[in-house]
């Protein structure tokens, strides 16, 4: 299944809230993310259908390993993308938010780059 921008960051918030908290749920999600309930039940549905996640009956919702795997994946791009932009001289909410579009849109090449460039200069702050 190709995945979306948007299914995309709803996965690497699945992640994030689940790292902080343990447990996540729509609400949750959508409290974080400041959407409406409504789109993160479609967008919950979605990501259960492409098996990404799985929502028990409590509806608490956990990443299967295809889901973690992309939620990483997109987790570390937001890092180290943040981390460069602020190295760069840019305030750390401008970096982070930039850094937001940039992971999803920048091609493997160029990221893999990036990364080589911060492990071999002393990685991430």
């Known amino acids: 299944m190709n ?3 948007s299914g995309e960051m709803y996965l690497e918030t699945i992640y994030i809230l689940s790292k902080k908290t343990g447990s996540v749920r729509s609400l949750d ?3 974080h993310m400041g959407f ?3 789109s ?3 967008a919950v549905a979605l990501l259960k259908a492409g098996e990404f996640i799985v929502v028990d009956p409590h509806g608490y919702i956990e990443l299967t390993e295809l889901g973690l795997e992309v ?3 997109i987790y570390e791009r937001h890092i180290i993308l943040t981390s460069l932009l602020e ?3 840019v305030d750390s909410k401008t970096a982070a938010e930039d850094a937001c579009k940039m ?3 920048i091609s493997e090449e160029s990221f893999k780059a990036i990364k080589q460039h ?3 200069h002393g990685g991430i702050d």
Do not use: M, T
């Open 3 to 5: 995945l979306a921008e």
């Open 29 to 31: 999600i959508a409290e």
């Open 36 to 38: 409406s309930k409504p």
């Open 40 to 42: 993160v039940s479609r």
């Open 71 to 73: 939620a990483k994946r």
């Open 87 to 89: 190295r760069l001289g």
């Open 103 to 105: 992971e999803h849109i």
């Open 118 to 120: 911060f492990l071999e």
